[in-house]
Structure formats: structure tokens, C-alpha cells
């Protein structure tokens, strides 16, 4: 079975500094990687997704992620954030066979200015 | 191109009635999943449909339940509501039923169970 672990419940972080979201992942067989963002009051948009290829993958708004297989990690980064960057964030999983999503528990990212 | 929308986006139920919400799936997407999201349990998936047909099923009792019909659109029910089914529905569409395909989600539906 597929489990995602996002080890920070909030991260915050003042205004144009730079951020790294955790995300973990164990499964025992080929995956799919995901990054959601949630506005509040609103549904999950997709900020980048690995399939296969480069283990760098670059998403919407400045955010990317590094796969790295040996950790089982995904984490999100930006180099520098913004007032607009306010929103929980998720980390996902799916099998490579199947379209099930498996969602992480969020980190709440606030930004101070 | 219009987003996936939900009906309605919010209700207020009494305990032990049942409910109905409603997924609109954006044009050419034919397959729906849905998924409730509460603070305590967070993001689960419920079940995804493909094509009128149930493809696969999260761990939730047999008082949720679901259908798609010809045109995609898709409803999930729930019935003999409790306290605990208070939360907000969401409903995610995709092209076709295959991993990776990117979900795209509503705004989903916020259910209050007094």
C-alpha cells in the first residue's frame, strides 16, 4: 500500500525568502508523484506532477520539486515566496497502474511580510 | 473552458437524512473521482467512475454511494447522514481514467450535519 508523509503540519516563512516543503513517500512498487495547492475556500489546483524522466520538475507559480528515489522524498521548493503563496499544501501518490490518488495530511504555508 | 463545477457548494443536513450532491466534469473529461476532506482525517478518496462504471472504491461504508451517467456529469449520495459526514466534498475530473492524468478539481461542496 501507498502512505505520503508530509512532515511539517505548518511552515512559516517571511516574505521573498525561500521554502522547502517535505514530503516523504513509501510504496513498493513504481509511483507517481503529485503537489496540490489549496486557496482557502477553494478546490486543489495542480502545481507539478512526476511521472518519469527528470527528476527535477519544474510547476506553476515558480515551484519545483525534486524525485529523489534512494530518500522515497518529494519535496517542493521556491526561492522566493509571496504574500500570494498563503495556502495548505499537499503532497500525493498514485500507482503507476491505477488513478487513485493517496493525498499527505497538508502543510499550511503562511507567509509573513 | 468551463472548470469542474459542484452543486450545491454548500448544505446543511439533519442527522439521519440522506443527501445528493451533484459533479459536472469538464467538457471531454470522462472520468470523475470524488474524495471528502475533513480536519481530522483529511483528503480521502471515495470512489472514481470511468465511462458510467465504478472503477474503483475508497474505504467508506456503503451509505456513500455514487453514479455517472451518458454526459459524464456524476452524483454521490449519502444516506442516513451522521455528525461525522460533515465535511467538504470535492470532485475531481480527468480526461481519461489512466495514472498520471492530471485531476482537475471543483470547489467542491460543503456538507453540515446538525
Known amino acids: 500500500a501507498q502512505s505520503v508523509t508530509q512532515l511539517d503540519s505548518q511552515v512559516p516563512v517571511f516574505e521573498e525568502a525561500p521554502v522547502e516543503l517535505r514530503c516523504n513517500y513509501s510504496s513498493s512498487v513504481s509511483v507517481y508523484l503529485f503537489w496540490y495547492v489549496q486557496y482557502p475556500n477553494q478546490g486543489l489546483q495542480l502545481l507539478l506532477k512526476y511521472l518519469s524522466g527528470s527528476t527535477l520538475v519544474k510547476g506553476i507559480n515558480g515551484f519545483e520539486a525534486e524525485f529523489n528515489k534512494s530518500q522515497t522524498s518529494f519535496h517542493l521548493r521556491k526561492p522566493s515566496v509571496h504574500i500570494s503563496d498563503t495556502a495548505e499544501y499537499f503532497c500525493?501518490?498514485?500507482?503507476?497502474?491505477?488513478?487513485?490518488?493517496?493525498f499527505g495530511s497538508g502543510t499550511r504555508l503562511s507567509i509573513r511580510p | 473552458k468551463a472548470g469542474v463545477t459542484q452543486t450545491p457548494r454548500y448544505l446543511i443536513k439533519t442527522r439521519g437524512q440522506q443527501v445528493t450532491l451533484s459533479c459536472s466534469p469538464i467538457s471531454g473529461h470522462r472520468s470523475v473521482s470524488w474524495y471528502q476532506q475533513t480536519p481530522g482525517q483529511g483528503l480521502q478518496f471515495l470512489f472514481e467512475y470511468f465511462s458510467e462504471t465504478q472503477r474503483n472504491k475508497g474505504n467508506f461504508p456503503g451509505r456513500f454511494s455514487g453514479r455517472q451517467f451518458s454526459n459524464s456529469r456524476s452524483e454521490m449520495n449519502v444516506s442516513t447522514l451522521e455528525l461525522g459526514d460533515s465535511a467538504l466534498y470535492l470532485c475531481?475530473?480527468?480526461?481519461?481514467?489512466?495514472?498520471?492524468?492530471?485531476?482537475?478539481f471543483g470547489p467542491g461542496t460543503r456538507l453540515t450535519v446538525l
Open positions: 475531481a475530473s480527468s480526461l481519461v481514467a489512466g495514472a498520471g492524468d492530471t485531476q482537475y
Open positions: 500525493a501518490v498514485s500507482h503507476s497502474s491505477a488513478s487513485k490518488i493517496i
